[in-house]
């Protein structure tokens, strides 16, 4: 099956929407409520009112935003040069762990989509090996964003620092210019709650939300705790073994590769506020389709076993029980 990522364009389309409707038709078909979860803010709590009589609207926006999601992340990483034009697979796993940790609208979809596009800007294109302060400010805007609608998603300014140490940018005006653009949202925020007098219930609330640790399980079944425990499996395989190959390529493919890998920093810092699940998985999603297409196919990689025309049919494996896995969760 991985041969047909390598050439077969049509079919890989045609494989990606059967993922698609597999993975989406239970939820469209009898769509959950929308919750404001364990962590509100203040965007997403606006939407939940918003769409609370509409469900399946919901779902169908969750679904769009994976979807397109999935194609954007595929065209920046082969628009860079960091996975083959051939392939969609990082597309369906993109979509796939996505999918596996969500049923309808959640802020941690809307935080991958939002760090797509801060993505985008920070992908180098040139021998120059660093970025302008104009895309540093405005990738640390959509950071802001990206909290309004999840607070734990400040964890990707750790991303980011790291991102900007990696471009050099060492500058007191870049961390100015950083932190200003991360600021931007909520001096729009702050001066509409301070006229509307709802600022102090605010700041409670984000204080509240950035101090509830959340270190335990969530109500699985067995079935589901394998499913989780296998897609992460899969993923820090794959980061290993693209952090041991990252010297065999081009600096600048190095470069940008390192951009999509500390995301899972700020992934991280994301994972302690909710109860380990498949949802937590989510915003690890764009490193992992990355890493883990690389350790899939052959021609773009040579991690993993020794003699890897030999043990095809391993990976074949793999990839079927991931799918497998995104089903069961």
């Known amino acids: ?99 596996a940790g969500a049923n309808t609208l959640t802020p941690e979809i809307i935080v991958c989509s939002v760090s797509i596009a801060c993505l985008a800007p920070l ?88 101090g509830d640790v959340m270190l335990r399980f969530d109500h699985l079944s067995q079935l589901q705790a394998i499913g989780v425990g296998f897609l992460a499996l899969m993923f820090i395989w794959s980061l290993l073994n693209m952090s041991v190959r990252m010297n065999e390529h081009p600096v600048v493919w190095r470069q940008n590769a390192s951009t999509v890998l500390l995301l899972s920093v700020g992934a991280l810092g994301m994972a302690i506020y909710s109860p380990l699940s498949a949802k937590t998985l989510v915003p690890f999603a764009i490193p992992f389709a990355f890493c883990f297409t690389h350790l899939l196919l052959p021609t773009q990689s040579s991690f993993g076993f020794h003699g890897r025309k030999k043990h095809t049919w391993i990976y074949e494996t793999l990839f079927i029980l991931t799918l497998i896995a995104a089903f069961v969760c």
């Open 1 to 99: 099956m991985l041969k047909l990522f390598q050439r077969n364009m049509a079919l890989q389309i045609v494989l990606i929407l059967a993922a698609v409707a597999l993975l989406w038709m239970k939820p469209l078909v009898s769509p959950p409520m929308l919750s404001v979860g364990e962590h509100p803010a203040i965007l997403y709590s606006l939407l939940c009112s918003w769409l609370a009589s509409v469900p399946r609207l919901a779902v169908v926006l969750a679904l769009v935003l994976t979807l397109v999601g999935g194609i954007c992340i595929n065209i920046l990483l082969a628009d860079v040069g960091l996975v083959s034009q051939n392939t969609l697979l990082p597309a369906l796993l993109y979509i796939t762990l996505v999918s």
């Open 123 to 210: 992908m180098l294109r040139s021998s120059l090996l660093t970025i302008p302060p104009s895309k540093a400010c405005g990738a640390t805007a959509l950071i802001g964003i990206a909290t309004l609608f999840h607070m734990p998603a400040v964890a990707l300014m750790l991303s980011y620092m790291l991102i900007a140490a990696n471009f050099r940018l060492y500058g007191w005006k870049d961390w100015i210019v950083m932190f200003l653009g991360f600021l931007a949202p909520y001096m729009l925020l702050i001066s509409v709650l301070f006229l509307t007098g709802d600022l102090d219930s605010w700041w409670n609330g984000v204080t509240a939300a950035l």
